[in-house]
């Protein structure tokens, strides 16, 4: 140990500041840069100082342009998502949810050519472009709840039509460039049958436009009661639930008066609604329970909203439009197409104002009026075209093409529908006008946003079947279901602002996800919102 003093200048070494030691330039770099070679302090820039501000500068750029700029050029380089104006770019999907999911999940497919970016409009020649689609091309997809961003299969049965079969997901999937619904002789929950039923409910919508679907019939074009169908109904109303469609389907209406109450009368007025109607129900017009969430509903009631100017409740409902059902039918046996939109209150013996301007028939050759016009739970404008009899899958197994062009509300307001890639009929706005003889107002073609239903069964509500012919199983074949819309009307989106559903299907969640619940009162227990026309306010 060698004790030394506590003074520097007693060690016989020479450490002040200003003292030059050998590795001096080891830890001042830039000290031969400097008077006396002393660090009595530095330039305001240096060559050290600017290598280092400039490495800093590359770093946070580079980060930049990794999370920023590269989305940026990302959609400036897609030109598929230009379309869809400030909606819904990055994937996002119609209920506002950012899928989670890797791979090809945005709201238009990838596989989408781009000859099928656009289309021309069936009503005046304007071009429309394409806001989702489904190529439907990866296979062994499944569409279980949380498997899909936009498609989810039922699991349940579907007591609404008597269906023999239990829909069943595992009866949903996608094979080879198709998606593909089973129908199969298969015990399921102690029916002898199962099928397949999915929706973009509550996940993709749309306002007006043009829908198409590339189909692939079940079969064979002589095998009577299969019952496939592609349609669409209001997001406030979801198929199989019937809590949830209690008092809104078929409903299509925006008015107060008798057509929102019980049976389309009050103390048996207006006379006309109790007779020529139903026959099997003495000819009463109406058995539905009124519109639930209609004009009339008393403020401080539960309505969804919104509010006319006047202060009353715009009328809110879950219409229907089919693209397609297909059925077997006469004879010789054909195959048909039915081409229908649902609507209620009810005109005068279910009779819409059908004439030539109001009903367009191009090729009455293949396309005729269909004999069903409503009953006491729905009125029908229906018109079934025959199919190409090669397009079943026990047959040539070809695809056609069946869609629908609507714009909703009333003047303009139509819907045309296509089968097998050719105009079948259209329907103006103007067969839905108020009707005096049962006292009720205008329907406007659906203003509801629609989701997309598809699904394969069998019901003996829809006509006859029989078993021994069919060759089970069964399948519904769809290549692609595309949505179109006009630039300057994008309305995608299950809950618009004018047409809002979110809240209210959060407030009653149960009811459009326990499919045993039947009735809005009944099961579920619910007060039916009172009615102003009806003196309850």
């Not at 569409?143 to 039922?154: I, K, L, N, S, T």
């Not at 669409?232 to 199989?240: E, I, V």
């Not at 946003?449 to 012919?469: E, K, T, V």
């Amino acid at each position: 140990m060698f004790p030394l003093s506590a003074d520097p200048d007693q060690w016989n070494a020479y450490v002040t500041p200003e003292t030059k030691e050998a590795d001096d330039e080891l830890h001042l770099p830039d000290a031969s840069d400097r008077p006396n070679h002393i660090q009595h302090g530095g330039t305001v820039i240096s060559w050290r100082g600017f290598v280092n501000i400039g490495t800093l500068v590359v770093l946070v750029g580079s980060l930049l342009t990794l999370f920023a700029g590269y989305p940026v050029i990302n959609y400036v380089q897609n030109e598929r998502a230009d379309n869809l104006g400030a909606y819904s770019i990055g994937g996002i999907n119609a209920s506002g949810q950012v899928p989670k999911i890797a791979g090809n999940f945005g709201l238009i497919d990838e596989d989408t050519p781009e000859s099928a970016l656009t289309k021309t409009s069936l009503h005046d020649g304007s071009q429309l472009t394409l806001v989702f689609s489904d190529e439907f091309n990866t296979p062994g997809r499944t569409f279980w709840p949380g498997d899909d961003p936009y498609w989810e299969a039922v699991d349940l049965h579907y007591w609404e039509t008597n269906n023999l079969e239990w829909y069943d997901p595992l009866a949903i999937t996608t094979n080879d460039g198709a998606l593909e619904i089973t129908l199969s002789q298969k015990q399921t929950h102690n029916l002898n049958y199962q099928g397949g039923l999915m929706s973009s409910w509550n996940k993709f919508c749309f306002t007006g436009g043009y829908v198409e679907a590339n189909v692939s019939l079940p079969g064979t074009n002589n095998a009577v009661g299969l019952w496939p169908a592609v349609w669409s109904m209001g997001n406030l109303g979801r198929a199989g639930y019937g809590a949830s469609l209690d008092g809104l389907w078929p409903y299509s209406y925006d008015a107060c008066d008798v057509g929102t109450v019980q049976n389309q009368t009050v103390n048996g007025q207006p006379h006309a609604a109790t007779v020529d109607g139903d026959a099997e129900y003495g000819g009463v017009l109406s058995f539905l329970p009124g519109q639930r969430l209609s004009r009339c509903t008393c403020s401080g009631q539960s309505h969804p909203g919104p509010k006319h100017s006047d202060g009353t409740f715009v009328g809110r409902a879950a219409p229907e439009i089919d693209m397609f059902e297909a059925q077997i039918t006469g004879t010789p046996l054909t195959g048909q197409v039915s081409q229908s939109a649902q609507w209620a209150p009810f005109n005068y013996g279910y009779l819409w104002f059908n004439t030539s301007e109001n009903e367009i028939i191009p090729d009455p050759t293949i396309s005729k009026q269909n004999s069903y016009i409503g009953g006491v739970l729905q009125q029908a404008t229906s018109v079934v075209t025959d199919t190409n009899p090669n397009c079943y899958e026990g047959e040539t197994g070809c695809y056609s093409i069946y869609g629908f062009e609507y714009a909703p509300g009333f003047d303009d307001a139509y819907i045309t529908w296509v089968s097998n890639n050719q105009v079948a009929w259209t329907l103006n706005g103007a067969g839905l006008a108020a009707d005096s003889r049962v006292e009720i107002s205008a329907r406007p073609v659906s203003q509801e946003p629609m989701y997309l239903i598809m699904n394969l069964g069998m019901s003996y509500n829809f006509g006859q079947i029989d078993l021994a012919q069919i060759p089970f199983p069964v399948h519904l074949r769809v290549d692609y279901i595309r949505v179109y819309q006009p630039s300057n009307a994008i309305n995608i989106g299950c809950d618009p602002p004018d047409f809002p559903t979110a809240a209210y299907i959060e407030q009653y969640m149960e009811a459009y996800t326990n499919p045993n619940l039947t009735t809005w009162e009944g099961d579920y227990e619910q007060e039916w919102p009172k009615n102003s026309f009806l003196g309850q306010c």
